[in-house]
């Protein structure tokens, strides 16, 4: 006789499993073989419905974060505001300590592993903690939309453009805390102008023993991207800026562009600043 599906996936609730679960890394690793894990930590992101489902076939897997201690909270890394990693801050034997949640260490197993061990929750997390998790892991899956107009027109130098971009976040990802662009979608008057933002951390910039090759770099990429749009005939202006020189204005100006994905797609519908396309 077959092993009773729902009674198994009744099981994994009754060790305890819901979203945003915690386990120690030892207890995760000493149930699971298959990969080594780089955090002290690891959260449940897999919705507790999906948890309970009946068929594992349809939800085979379940999705761990990882996360560790970190020294303090920095601003540029909450509120879900860089899309690799997220800094909040949770009470603790009447103490306040500062997690910091690590994308890169997404890690997904068997939903069968659950039915084995219950999570050890070393951290309770609340449910303000939860819903910034829960903004943070959604805006991976979101990406600037523009108009076909805008795409069409930028099409020859575009490619080039995210290039540049990336190499200087590659180069410099732990000072650079944003790529914004805002564009005009003018399509009566052919006014498809852009405006480029790179976002930079004071605090990091003035830590690093490479300040002054990072500042270099930066005003020699600004200057670079900038001449390459004039000298092709586009309108576009680039500006560096640092996180204590970023406005309110220029954050309503402008969208952010992930560096995962360093996405340009248009949706056909003429809507550039103000719509969001799932992926």
């Not at 729902?6 to 305890?16: F, V």
């Not at 523009?146 to 575009?158: A, G, Y």
């Not at 969208?255 to 996405?263: A, E, P, S």
Request: glycine share 6%; hydrophobic share 40%.
């Amino acid at each position: 006789m077959g092993v009773n599906v729902s009674s198994r996936a009744d099981a994994i609730i009754e060790n305890g499993w819901l979203q945003w679960a915690t386990v120690e890394r030892e207890l995760l690793q000493e149930h699971c073989d298959s990969v080594e894990l780089q955090e002290d930590f690891y959260v449940l992101a897999t919705q507790s419905c999906d948890l309970a489902h009946g068929d594992f076939g349809n939800e085979p897997f379940v999705e761990f974060i990882g996360f560790s201690l970190v020294d303090r909270v920095q601003p540029e890394l909450t509120r879900a505001s860089n899309s690799r990693v997220l800094h909040v801050e949770v009470p603790v034997d009447g103490e306040t300590k500062c997690l910091g949640f690590f994308i890169r260490e997404r890690v997904l197993f068997s939903r069968k592993l659950l039915e084995r061990f219950s999570p050890n929750n070393p951290f309770s997390l609340s449910s303000e903690v939860c819903t910034q998790l829960t903004t943070w892991l959604a805006a991976r899956y979101y990406r600037p939309s523009f108009s076909d107009e805008f795409n069409d027109h930028w099409k020859k130098v575009l490619g080039k453009i995210k290039e540049k971009v990336k190499r200087t976040y590659d180069r410099f990802g732990d000072v650079v805390t944003g790529v914004f662009l805002g564009a005009r979608d003018d399509v009566e008057n052919e006014d498809f102008s852009a405006s480029w933002i790179i976002v930079f951390s004071d605090e990091r910039v003035s830590a690093s023993e490479n300040r002054d090759e990072i500042m270099d770099f930066l005003g020699a990429w600004e200057a670079s991207l900038s001449e390459y749009i004039d000298s092709n005939g586009y309108d576009g202006v680039v500006s560096i800026l640092s996180t204590a020189e970023l406005t309110l204005s220029d954050l309503e100006k402008h969208r952010r562009i992930f560096l995962d994905d360093m996405c340009f797609r248009g949706d056909g519908e003429g809507e550039v600043e103000h719509q969001m396309e799932a992926r």
